[in-house]
């Protein structure tokens, strides 16, 4: 009789354990699927992020410079090649939360990078400009989350930072200093 009770309590504790294993089985199968969805979407936002790059061509830094100093005097070639320097930043944002939803970064992971490029790639006029246009449409067609755009925003709108124009202005003082040294 005690005998007939432990093989039942051990079958149904034997019964416990494949039930558990199927259940971190099927865990496991959705796990490997979001991180490969995440794999997928990072391939194609980096073959998007090559792709914008080449429209950047040679004459980027003086486009750039212009972008910053003087916006309503870019030409449409210009603006396309500004706009190829706003993307890549944006999509790499895209991956990095995107492996963060998938479990495979943490969530200061991709907040940092939106914070340390934000205030570069975004500060002006026409780089603002083009994330009001941009990433509004992104953002209300569901493509950017509702964290990533919020974060961005509060990354672009730092009232801290000083952009590129901001830290050549202090490199500028801090080699003339050093020359008077």
């Not at 199968?29 to 073959?47: C, F, G, K, P, T």
């Not at 340390?116 to 989350?145: C, K, P, Q, T, V």
Request: charged share 25%.
């Amino acid at each position: 009789m005690k005998f007939d009770k432990l093989n039942n309590w051990l079958r149904v504790i034997a019964d416990l354990g494949i039930l558990i294993g199927i259940v971190l089985v099927l865990v496991q199968m959705n796990q490997n699927e979001d991180l490969m969805r995440a794999q997928i979407m990072s391939q194609y936002h980096d073959s998007y992020s090559a792709y914008e790059a080449s429209f950047a061509g040679e004459n980027l830094p003086a486009i750039w410079e212009k972008s910053l100093l003087e916006p309503e005097n870019l030409s449409l070639g210009e603006m396309r090649a500004m706009e190829s320097v706003t993307f890549v930043p944006l999509f790499r944002w895209i991956n990095l939360y995107r492996q963060h939803e998938a479990g495979v970064l943490g969530d200061m992971d991709w907040k940092e990078e939106v914070e340390m490029d934000a205030s570069w790639y975004f500060f002006g006029a026409y780089a603002r400009a083009w994330w009001e246009h941009f990433g509004n449409a992104m953002h209300d067609d569901g493509y950017l989350s509702d964290e990533l755009f919020e974060h961005v925003e509060e990354a672009i709108n730092d009232p801290e930072s000083n952009g590129p124009i901001g830290d050549y202005e202090e490199i500028q003082k801090i080699i003339q200093r050093n020359k008077k040294e």
